[in-house]
């Protein structure tokens, strides 16, 4: 009962007061170092239309151990995308296997268009019931598997892009303590090809 208070605690303040899931750092992407942060597996991917996908992301260089951690999920959501992809779920990756870490998310979904897709905005909540758990410092190659569809295109249409971005990552200690989980490689570029 009291995991359940607390989860409910945690998901309200996230989800209704989006001000605290914003970073407090600097968010100049060309300061923060390249090789380490939440980032997606890849940078580029070529998929094809009317189809269903899974990305990976993982965690490198954490610095400290990890109680909780929190992020968003852009997707459609760069000035030049198409609004081709629609968000399925997130889900742990192979990295937390522990049955104690709980994964929440909520999805703020936009205008759906025509084709079913929308920009979308994720808040994504991982947390370890373990008062004592946490992840240890280092890399962590399956931390998170985004799934997702890609709209069908009309026939004729050339190859078009869209994004799945992360922002707003932060994790920190089971005392509070802030780890920077920031990186400069938080966007994957989907090149959409039609059937």
């Keep these: 009962m009291n995991k359940l208070k607390l989860l409910t605690i945690v998901s309200f303040i996230l989800f209704h007061f989006p001000i605290v899931a914003q970073t407090t750092g600097n968010s100049n992407s060309k300061e923060v170092a390249t090789n380490y942060g939440l980032m997606f597996d890849k940078e580029i991917e070529y998929k094809v239309a009317d189809s269903s996908y899974a990305e990976v992301v993982k965690l490198i260089k954490l610095g400290d151990k990890a109680q909780a951690m929190q992020f968003r999920i852009l997707l459609n ?92 990552a932060e994790a920190s200690t089971s005392k509070g303590n802030a780890i920077d989980i920031k990186s400069n490689h938080d966007e994957i570029k989907i090149i959409v090809k039609r059937n």
């Excluded at 897709?117 to 008062?131: G, H, K, P, R, T």
């Design 77 to 168: 959501k760069a000035i030049d995308d198409s609004t081709v992809l629609i968000f399925n779920d997130i889900q742990k990756g192979s990295d937390l296997s522990d049955p104690g870490w709980s994964l929440d998310y909520n999805v703020i979904k936009g205008s759906v268009t025509k084709n079913g897709a929308s920009q979308d905005e994720i808040f994504v909540l991982l947390y370890s019931q373990n008062l004592d758990g946490g992840l240890l410092p280092g890399d962590y190659n399956n931390l998170f598997i985004v799934n997702y569809s890609i709209a069908a295109m009309s026939i004729g249409m050339k190859d078009i892009k869209s994004t799945i971005k992360i922002s707003n």
